[in-house]
């Protein structure tokens, strides 16, 4: 479940959606999100995020960040989330580049 609230400003519906795209990449590196709260708050020259990140093994991460674009504090947001994340959780090894682009021989 992914929950994105605005306070202090209107309903930003791209935002939003750069916030679903963000959980999607912690999915998309393995970790599997439980429940995410995003709270965008305009502040007088900055934006303000609070993001509280909850994975289905009950591990949590609460970040807040600000920045004067909006994009980039709820990048910075998920970005530190995943730090925090990462080494509870590493993420799966990798096949290499050359492994997967060289055609079976057979």
């Known amino acids: ?44 020259r900055t934006t303000a995020v609070a993001l509280e990140i909850e994975l289905t093994d009950r591990v949590r991460a609460s970040i807040h960040t600000e920045h004067a674009d909006p994009y980039v504090a709820i990048s910075d947001a998920f970005r530190a989330a995943r730090h925090q994340l990462e080494p509870v959780h590493p993420a799966p090894p990798r096949e290499p580049l050359l492994a997967r682009r060289r055609p079976a021989m057979g």
């Not at 929950?3 to 959606?17: G, W």
């Open 1 to 44: 479940m992914i929950e994105v609230s605005f306070l202090a400003r209107p309903h930003d519906a791209s935002l939003a959606a750069a916030a679903h795209r963000w959980v999607a990449r912690l999915e998309a590196v393995g970790l599997e999100v439980r429940r995410a709260t995003v709270a965008v708050h305009a502040a007088r």
